[in-house]
């Protein structure tokens, strides 16, 4: 009995799958309900040289601290990578943008170093210069997550992220918290902070929505779902709906239900595709915080002037192509940051740079 059960309850989750993706032209893509109905994998290539080095671009900092591991019981020597945009002023207010990396990655792993730049480094400086975004601080923190202990190491990182890290850097540039990083200035100052990540990033962007949506207004979570046992592919679904109702009421209890905007997106041949559509399905289940938005392209004309054609706070598309690498991610932020820190605050949306 025990195994027919076992069998009937894995049929179940397998159908469960099989209505999440379809397949058209050969690929295997996202269609989860009405929400992804017809999404297909998209190519966004960005403007051509933006992945290459400019002059008078903006330069990398880095900052160093010891913090002690409680969980190891040890001290550890921490860095923090700051892009700071060409012609950075201290006596000016800057947006400010956190991007956890994934696991094995460090503090460069998405911006290079001051003697090596990488591309994503180039593109900002092509973004901001060409009028694409507005300027903007990027962080890059490094987390300390270990497999043998992932739910601790997680959360022990968290903890220092939000009472070492974020004190730390708007203490030292500033932000719109005007270097007073209460919890108070925090949240005044929440519209003009964002939290981005791949990987392990990404379930980390997704925690600090659950977390603190009183301190960030921005999150884009690529290719990962809000939990670890990610590898488990038979149980994911019940963790997807699990995490998007933990998230669910911790949201609607941070005072700024709706206030946010969600950049979602995965690779069309990403191993934690599947669970990153899920994820953003799961979310719009609740439709009163959480509703799906089309890219500008995908909606009709004679839509475009309805008063809800751009209403939507919850993106998300697949990238063509693409598999699970950190080397990709460029395509993913580029795509999205002149959404996220548009030159100007205008009342219709902002096209990409693609």
């Given at each position: 009995?025990?195994?027919?059960?076992?069998?009937?309850?894995?049929?179940?989750?397998?159908?469960?799958?099989?209505?999440?993706?379809?397949?058209?032209?050969?690929?295997?893509?996202?269609?989860?309900?009405?929400?992804?109905?017809?999404?297909?994998?998209?190519?966004?290539?960005?403007?051509?040289?933006?992945?290459?080095?400019?002059?008078?671009?903006?330069?990398?900092?880095?900052?160093?601290?010891?913090?002690?591991?409680?969980?190891?019981?040890?001290?550890?020597?921490?860095?923090?990578?700051?892009?700071?945009?060409?012609?950075?002023?201290?006596?000016?207010?800057?947006?400010?943008?956190?991007?956890?990396?994934?696991?094995g990655g460090d503090?460069?792993?998405?911006?290079?170093?001051?003697?090596?730049?990488?591309?994503?480094?180039?593109?900002?400086?092509?973004?901001?210069?060409?009028?694409?975004?507005?300027?903007?601080?990027?962080?890059?923190?490094?987390?300390?997550?270990?497999?043998?202990?992932?739910?601790?190491?997680?959360?022990?990182?968290?903890?220092?992220?939000?009472?070492?890290?974020?004190?730390?850097?708007?203490?030292?540039?500033?932000?719109?918290?005007n270097k007073d990083?209460?919890?108070?200035?925090?949240?005044?100052?929440?519209?003009?902070?964002?939290?981005?990540?791949?990987?392990?990033?990404?379930?980390?962007?997704?925690?600090?929505?659950?977390?603190?949506?009183?301190?960030?207004?921005?999150?884009?979570?690529?290719?990962?779902?809000?939990?670890?046992?990610?590898?488990?592919?038979?149980?994911?679904?019940?963790?997807?709906?699990?995490?998007?109702?933990?998230?669910?009421?911790?949201?609607?209890?941070?005072?700024?239900?709706?206030?946010?905007?969600?950049?979602?997106?995965?690779?069309?041949?990403?191993?934690?595709?599947?669970?990153?559509?899920?994820?953003?399905?799961?979310?719009?289940?609740?439709?009163?915080?959480?509703?799906?938005?089309?890219?500008a392209e995908d909606?009709?004309?004679?839509?475009?002037?309805?008063?809800?054609?751009?209403?939507?706070?919850?993106?998300?598309?697949?990238?063509?192509?693409?598999?699970?690498?950190?080397?990709?991610?460029?395509?993913?932020?580029?795509?999205?940051?002149?959404?996220?820190?548009?030159?100007?605050?205008?009342?219709?949306?902002?096209?990409?740079?693609?």
């Open positions: 009995m025990k195994a027919r059960f076992k069998i009937i309850i894995t049929l179940v989750l397998i159908i469960g799958m099989v209505q999440c993706y379809h397949s058209e032209s050969g690929s295997i893509l996202p269609s989860a309900g009405v929400y992804f109905q017809g999404l297909i994998a998209k190519s966004h290539m960005m403007k051509e040289g933006y992945t290459e080095a400019m002059d008078g671009g903006g330069r990398l900092e880095v900052l160093t601290y010891n913090h002690h591991l409680t969980r190891l019981g040890k001290d550890v020597e921490k860095h923090i990578t700051v892009y700071l945009p060409a012609g950075y002023d201290p006596a000016v207010q800057y947006n400010i943008l956190y991007m956890h990396h994934g696991t503090h460069t792993t998405y911006t290079g170093t001051a003697d090596e730049p990488k591309a994503f480094t180039y593109s900002l400086d092509h973004m901001i210069a060409n009028g694409d975004m507005e300027p903007t601080i990027v962080v890059c923190p490094e987390n300390s997550f270990t497999y043998d202990a992932p739910e601790d190491s997680l959360n022990d990182y968290l903890d220092e992220f939000y009472g070492t890290v974020i004190p730390l850097v708007e203490q030292t540039y500033l932000t719109y918290a990083t209460s919890p108070e200035s925090l949240e005044n100052s929440r519209t003009h902070r964002a939290a981005g990540g791949f990987s392990l990033g990404g379930l980390i962007t997704w925690r600090n929505l659950n977390d603190h949506n009183d301190w960030f207004s921005q999150y884009m979570p690529i290719s990962c779902p809000a939990y670890l046992d990610e590898y488990n592919e038979i149980s994911y679904p019940y963790e997807s709906r699990t995490w998007a109702r933990v998230i669910e009421e911790n949201v609607r209890d941070s005072g700024y239900a709706y206030d946010y905007q969600i950049y979602a997106a995965s690779g069309e041949y990403d191993y934690l595709r599947t669970q990153t559509c899920q994820q953003v399905q799961d979310l719009l289940e609740y439709s009163d915080l959480f509703q799906f938005q089309k890219e909606i009709p004309l004679s839509e475009t002037l309805s008063d809800d054609a751009f209403t939507g706070n919850v993106h998300f598309f697949v990238e063509k192509d693409l598999w699970h690498s950190s080397a990709d991610t460029v395509l993913y932020f580029g795509y999205y940051l002149p959404m996220m820190f548009p030159p100007d605050v205008i009342s219709i949306p902002v096209v990409p740079v693609f």
